[in-house]
């Protein structure tokens, strides 16, 4: 959250003057009180400022950094993932390549007959198939992609934080949405959506209403 020269000015008085009421901060900052009635609401929605009847505004104690926070945490993934890209394992490295630059991504996740997620496949991962000297027109996309369990997934119901945290920390561009299905006994994950650092860029985009 980003604050005006105003707000900021706001905070520092009430941080420092507390509980203050509104009409006192008027005059501080030599302004109307209807001028600064905005500026308060904002501040005080955002739960940077509390307010107090016949007490006046006190200062939460919260910065804007954890306001952030607030909101990514309660975002869920499926608000904001995207279609997932997949490809068969049994698919050709040379169809994850069209695949791959078609659909214009970085990874495609490779899925069994059933649906299942088997692994996924980065663009590093194809330029090494290409350059291997293996003809890629015969050559399965199984051969060269990650496989499970050493894949890092996302689930819908999981926050947009806990997922960005995922992408950073393990230095992938993209997660696998999934959910758990119970086939044959065995835990498996059905791929459902698609979770990028392009979608985080589109959150705060429409968050900050451009």
Known sequence: MELTKRQEKILEIVRNHGPITGEE???????????????????????????????GYYYTGREPRDVIAGVLGNIRVQEVQSRPIVVRETSTVYDAI???????????????????????????DMLKATMGGKDINKLPVGVVMTRMPNIIVTYPDESVLRAAEKLIHHQVDSLPVVETVLHEGREKYRVVGRFTKTNITRLFVSLAGK
């Open 25 to 55: 901060i008027a005059q501080k900052l030599n302004i109307s009180r209807a001028a600064l009635r905005p500026d308060l609401a904002i501040l005080t929605m955002a739960g940077l400022l509390g307010a107090r009847p016949r007490v």
């Open 98 to 124: 069209v695949t791959m630059f078609i659909e214009d991504v970085g990874t495609i996740f490779v899925v069994s007959e059933e649906g299942f997620l088997e692994g996924l496949a980065s663009r590093k």
